[in-house]
């Protein structure tokens, strides 16, 4: 039986755990159109979080209410990049339309002539954008932007922000749904130049409930074929941690090892989470690490002596520190999703196998 997880960057799960209120609240944003706050959205959250998931899934989402979408990664030619991705979307839509005959001869004849790739195009980029603006009202079609990676640094980011704010102006049917690590998000935030995007809604993709990851592992499997012992199933929960990228690792090895018997069993769970864990350090955890300045690391290091949460008071404490000091690491570091606070003055690693990673590269930069 093929095995269903899907532990590969930017792929959309079989069950998206824990983003059902989310994504009922994007979607009705499709349907309720033209002022609903919802059309301009940005989501952040660490590596490994789902946001390419989540944006894709949109989109998709968007497509079936009848909505054309154009997805970019934020780099040089992101804009031309958006044309062609919304002349392309909207050539299938109006084929598919014409197939069924629900519309006009028009459209298919427009769709070969005027919105040819190969035409010669005139006027900039906001004209152009504007003339195929123009043709989907007719219709009624409305135009969803994805931008993935987020970076301000990116100059095209900052022209796409500024026509934008001329689409919503003129009353285009246009969404923007945006997604980048919480520091690139918070950069954006931060540019003048780029101010219409703080009116975005702001979501972070978090850590997800236990209960729903274990839903969501359970329905996974059952698809799939196949059932998994409660032992293993409660084994798997813990380690994931609510973490998306971690729920399909050990989701993926967990059913690799028999994977021609009929229940995955607990030496099973056992063994993939192994391998699930050095995955988990080998696409994400190295890189956060990098990312963490000194001073963010021995925040980190003062949380190790407790068992699961840290008070701030403790920490700080550690560190020799003022606990006024100790907050600047402290926001950094929720910030990135290395640590959550879910009582108020106490933190707790927010990253699966996190912990355990940083005690042994201290321990190794120690030596
Ligand atoms: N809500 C979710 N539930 C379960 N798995 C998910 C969910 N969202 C994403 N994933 C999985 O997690 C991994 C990382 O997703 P991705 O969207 O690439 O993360 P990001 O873009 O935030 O780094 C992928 O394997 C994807 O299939
Ligand atoms: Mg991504």
């Not at 090895?253 to 030496?267: F, G, H, K, T, V």
């Not at 008071?313 to 606070?341: C, D, F, H, P, T």
């Not at 196998?353 to 590269?361: A, G, H, K, T």
Request: with cysteine.
């Amino acid at each position: 039986m093929a095995n269903p997880f899907t532990p590969t960057f930017g792929i959309i799960p079989p069950f998206m755990a824990g983003r059902e209120a989310l994504i009922e609240e994007l979607s009705s944003a499709f349907s309720n159109g033209l002022g609903d706050p919802n059309l301009c959205t940005i989501v952040s959250g660490a590596r490994g979080a789902g946001k390419t998931a989540l944006l894709s899934f949109m989109a998709s989402e968007a497509e079936s209410q009848g909505w054309i979408t154009a997805r970019t990664t934020a780099a040089e030619g992101m804009l031309e990049d958006i044309l062609d991705q919304a002349l392309v979307s909207a050539r299938t839509f109006l084929d598919a339309l014409d197939g069924r005959k629900l519309s006009g001869v028009s459209i298919g004849q427009f769709v070969s002539f005027e919105w040819d790739n190969e035409a010669p195009r005139v006027g900039n980029w906001r004209t152009q954008m504007n003339a195929l603006l123009d043709q989907l009202a007719e219709q009624d079609i409305g135009l969803l932007i994805t931008v993935d990676e987020v970076k301000v640094t990116v100059p095209e980011m900052k022209r796409l922000a500024q026509v934008y704010q001329h689409f919503v102006t003129e009353g285009r049917k246009v969404a923007l749904l945006m997604a980048g690590l919480p520091q690139a998000v918070s950069a954006l935030f931060g540019d003048d130049d780029v101010s219409f995007l703080r009116r975005a809604r702001k979501h972070v993709l978090g850590r997800i409930p236990d209960g729903e990851i274990r839903d969501a592992l359970l329905l996974t499997v059952n698809e799939g074929g196949r059932s998994i012992s409660a032992e293993a199933l409660d084994e798997a929960v813990g380690v994931i941690d609510g973490f998306p990228y971690m729920m399909q690792l050990v989701g993926y090895r967990m059913w690799a090892e028999n994977p021609r018997s009929e229940q995955i069993a607990l030496a099973d769970a056992r063994h993939g989470i192994e391998l699930a864990k050095r995955e988990m350090i080998e696409g994400i955890l190295e890189y956060t690490y990098r990312e963490l300045s000194d001073g963010d690391k021995r925040f980190l290091a003062a949380m190790l002596p407790d068992s699961q949460d840290s008070s701030l008071a403790a920490i700080s404490r550690r560190m020799g520190v003022k606990s006024n000091y100790a907050s600047q690491y402290k926001r950094r570091l929720l910030a990135q999703g290395v640590i959550g606070e879910y009582s108020k003055g106490y933190v707790r690693f927010d990253m699966p196998v996190f912990r355990d990673y940083l005690e042994q590269r201290l321990k190794e930069e120690q030596e």
